[in-house]
């Protein structure tokens, strides 16, 4: 089973914090950053919670709002004080229902079927949800963002030149670079000359956006998914959670434009979309989000890993740069966007 061995070292597992949700614990286990435990009261999830009582409180009332229309989400436990949440040792921890299924493999295009469904079904089930979080309200946000990440690409490339000795990370960056800041030009280019502002100012549009579609994230029982860890969860348009649905998806089969067009198929078995919104999500397809994300990891060292393994994803999120190009033409021609 996979789990982060050094993260949850730093769990407390004492009897007392479970005896706060009123739980007696016969065993735990680890899996990815949080532990299954097994209760006098059945199967749960104890999370430590890195962010603060306002988001959390965020997170549970956008699950409350979705479960009045759709069950298949996680949901939290109560403590003895009608809290969801426990202050333990300085940390805050959090008691979960355990939702049963297998984890979705996006290998298997009948768990794309069905994940994407789920997506439409989560995202009709969120609409009107509000929030007066300005960090996670991202509507009406995305073209300001691109610019800020354009100015974050520049201070990464001064940085890479600043190096006297160039790693071979600095070097390939430095290489690239340009060639993805031309990119996320081009996303705000095609944002700017379409109707992105018009879709935010429609509450069909907006929803509670999951923000985290891995394959893990998305459980499968009786053929049909389940959503949990809602963590990194936000308010904004539908077509947020498709890019990054899409982009999770294809990136492992070459940037197949068929898997786009299955993933958007299903989606609107239970949601709709129109054509603004699919030229809207071309805009977001076209940033280059993984070149991005591994560019900010290394410069910022928001990431505790080796040089090498920096350099492995460098180079694998560098050598599918033709594929992703190929993707977003065939895409263009699929939404008939000019």
Do not use: Q
């Amino acid at each position: 089973m996979v789990y982060n061995k050094k993260y949850l070292s730093h769990y407390n597992l004492d009897v007392e914090l479970f005896k706060e949700f009123d739980l007696e614990v016969y065993d735990v286990v680890p899996i990815r950053s949080v532990y299954i435990i097994y209760t006098d009261k059945g199967r749960k999830i104890l999370k430590k919670v890195e962010y603060t009582i306002k988001e959390l409180n965020f997170i549970n009332d956008g699950i409350k709002y979705i479960k009045n229309k759709f069950s298949r989400v996680v949901d939290f436990l109560n403590n003895k004080n009608g809290e969801i949440y426990s202050i333990w040792n300085k940390d805050m921890y959090c008691i979960m229902d355990l939702v049963e299924g297998r984890e979705s493999d996006f290998n298997n295009p009948i768990d794309i079927c069905i994940s994407a469904e789920g997506i439409g079904e989560l995202h009709k089930a969120s609409e009107g949800f509000k929030t007066d979080l300005c960090n996670k309200y991202y509507n009406g946000k995305l073209i300001d963002k691109l610019n800020r990440k354009i100015d974050e690409m520049n201070f990464f490339k001064n940085i890479a030149n600043m190096h006297e000795n160039k790693t071979e990370f600095d070097n390939i960056f430095l290489k690239e670079v340009n060639y993805h800041i031309d990119e996320i030009k081009t996303s705000i280019n095609i944002l700017e000359n379409s109707l992105y502002y018009k879709l935010c100012s429609e509450e069909d549009k907006v929803v509670l956006c999951h923000h985290d579609l891995a394959h893990h994230n998305i459980l499968i029982n009786d053929n049909k998914a389940y959503f949990i860890d809602f963590d990194y969860s936000i308010i904004d348009l539908k077509v947020h959670d498709l890019c990054n649905f899409i982009n999770k998806v294809v990136k492992d089969f070459a940037f197949d434009i068929e898997k786009a067009k299955i993933i958007i198929n299903s989606y609107c078995k239970k949601n709709s979309l129109d054509e603004r919104e699919i030229k809207v999500l071309y805009g977001m397809l076209n940033f280059p989000e993984d070149f991005y994300n591994i560019s900010k990891d290394y410069y910022t060292k928001r990431k505790d890993w080796e040089e090498e393994e920096f350099l492995n994803k460098l180079k694998k999120k560098s050598s599918y740069r033709n594929y992703r190009k190929e993707f977003l033409f065939l895409f263009k021609e699929y939404g008939n966007i000019k």
